[in-house]
């Protein structure tokens, strides 16, 4: 393994600092390294695929198996071809090289610690998780109307096309039954950008010295086209409870499209905010939906399955 980043990285010097986590499933792990000749630390990430998978959910399906697969495969499309869009108000780290051979792959990674993103948190209050909706937004507002190639079609790890099998483990109710026309609803918007698809608090790095409000992101696995509220009612979903959802809804909702005006207008755009607001927010509750369809066939004693959700739920079904 150390060889083959010396070779990727030409630099015989290389040498590895510590494991960093596993990939889920048992699929690879990240590791830092340090490079004498880029002078740096640098992080690499390193698919390696199990023999067998050990999926902690018991989901070891050859479809969840080719779904992992290409979601390295879109990854890496990413930060090859498209990371290089993101500025300092939706940071990304920066490629710095990439390799692959047969199912392997090895994505070397700018370290965000090293670039002053040395912040993690395990959980926010209404006002913390501000600079992540921020992040979001101008995320949203830099792919706006721009084509997935070479990412997912529709981005977000649960969606419908992609999570067959879970769908037929789900219980008979009205959320089957319209499940497809929820998924079409969304997928058919008029605005659409690149959705993160995974934007939970864990792929948030926050800033240490620099602006206050800088935070960056990783785990682009699941990256492709999709409305933006689909990324803001996954982070939400991911950071509070019940109560607090209700409590800061209203508020965190016009937080998102204060800054995703702003960011149509750095990006300079051409789009005006009313049109992709108001479609937007009228998918807020399909979202919901679409998400609980999810958990309801992959782990249906979720704690996320909360009264907020159902309620968001019986919204977006009152539609059909």
Not at 36 to 46: A, D, F, Q, S, Y
Not at 195 to 207: E, I, Q, R, T, Y
Not at 234 to 241: H, P, Q, R, V
């Amino acid at each position: 393994m150390l060889t083959r980043i010396q070779q990727i990285l030409d630099d015989s010097q290389a040498y590895r600092i510590a494991s960093m986590q596993s990939l889920w499933s048992g699929y690879g792990e990240i590791s830092r390294y340090f490079s004498p000749r880029l002078n740096r630390p640098i992080v690499v990430k390193h698919v390696c695929p199990p023999a067998q998978s050990a999926h902690p959910k018991g989901w070891n399906t050859s479809a969840g198996h080719q779904r992992k697969l290409q979601s390295y495969e879109v990854e890496a499309r990413f930060y090859r071809d498209y990371a290089l869009h993101c500025d300092g108000f939706c940071f990304v780290p920066k490629l710095l090289a990439q390799d692959q051979e047969l199912q392997q792959q090895w994505l070397i990674l700018e370290d965000l610690d090293d670039a002053g993103y040395t912040g993690r948190k395990t959980q926010l209050s209404a006002e913390d998780i501000k600079p992540l909706i921020s992040w979001l937004a101008y995320f949203h507002g830099r792919f706006m109307q721009k084509s997935p190639e070479g990412l997912w079609p529709i981005g977000t790890y649960w969606h419908l096309a992609t999570r067959q099998d879970e769908f037929q483990q789900m219980p008979s109710s009205a959320l089957k039954d319209h499940a497809l026309a929820i998924d079409h609803s969304l997928n058919q918007a008029q605005f659409l950008t690149l959705v993160h698809g995974d934007a939970k608090l864990a792929n948030f790095c926050f800033s240490q010295g620099l602006a206050s409000n800088a935070v960056a992101a990783v785990d682009f696995q699941y990256i492709g086209q999709g409305v933006g509220i689909k990324d803001l009612v996954y982070l939400l979903g991911s950071c509070f409870d019940q109560q607090a959802l209700y409590d800061h809804e209203l508020s965190l909702l016009q937080e998102y499209f204060k800054q995703l005006q702003q960011a149509l207008k750095h990006y300079q755009t051409g789009l005006e905010l009313g049109p992709i607001e108001q479609e937007w927010r009228d998918m807020y509750a399909l979202a919901w939906a679409d998400f609980h369809r999810f958990l309801l066939g992959w782990s249906p004693e979720h704690f996320k399955i909360n009264d907020y959700m159902l309620n968001q739920t019986k919204i977006a079904l009152g539609r059909f």
